[in-house]
């Protein structure tokens, strides 16, 4: 046979070997990856936040070959904070659940829901991961009683003086007011005012004790 048709007729065949690899690459970057979403970025240890998932597999109680999806918190082997039912394919594999934020050191935290199949490997497209902002919980009011002397006839009366406890408490209110993390647009903002907050809160404790 001529050389050039030899070179025509290999790449006709490795022409056609390529399409059942291009289609399978096709059908595998068309497949959902699971996702999840938090009904708030931000959140105070102890409040309750919904996570909402879909691409999940489906799970039906009464069938032993499905399995929940499981809520845990910056690890796939954490504790289990909530468990999900996700609904059919059809459906969208999706669940909403409400989960109890765990009393955690205020910062950055990562939510994580995992699902296992019937061998216990992870079902395609799992673990899904989102962030969620866990912030410090609101001093309470510090209540300081404030005794007034009776006022002498012909003198001036003169402003109670502020005790420590009241400046502290002013100047923590000033921190969280200045350093407002839920006005940040992003994880890694609300990260920075969280940590500009906390700096400050500490200056002013360890002014207070001077």
Do not use: E
């Not at 001036?156 to 839920?182: G, R």
């Amino acid at each position: 046979m001529h050389p050039l048709g030899k070179r025509v007729w290999l790449w006709l065949g490795l022409g056609l070997l390529a399409v059942p690899v291009t289609m399978a690459g096709v059908a595998y970057a068309c497949t959902a990856l699971a996702t999840i979403t938090t009904s708030s970025p931000s959140a105070v240890a102890g409040s309750v936040v919904t996570v909402a998932g879909k691409g999940f597999a489906p799970f039906d109680p009464a069938d032993i070959s499905t399995a929940p999806a499981l809520v845990h918190m910056d690890s796939i082997t954490g504790p289990v904070l909530a468990q999900a039912a996700p609904t059919s394919n059809n459906a969208g594999g999706t669940f909403s659940v409400d989960v109890t934020v765990p009393n955690v050191p205020a910062g950055d935290h990562v939510i994580v829901v995992t699902q296992n199949d019937v061998t216990g490997a992870p079902a395609y497209g799992t673990p899904a991961r989102t962030v969620l902002s866990v912030v410090p919980a609101p001093l309470a009011p510090i209540i300081v009683p404030v005794i007034t002397a009776p006022i002498a006839l012909g003198t001036v009366p003169v402003a109670p003086v502020q005790t420590a406890a009241q400046k502290l408490a002013k100047a923590i209110a000033k921190c969280k007011t200045t350093n407002n993390v839920s006005k940040a647009k992003t994880a890694a903002g609300r990260k920075r005012v969280a940590s500009r907050r906390a700096s400050c809160i500490a200056r002013a404790k360890r002014a207070a004790k001077a």
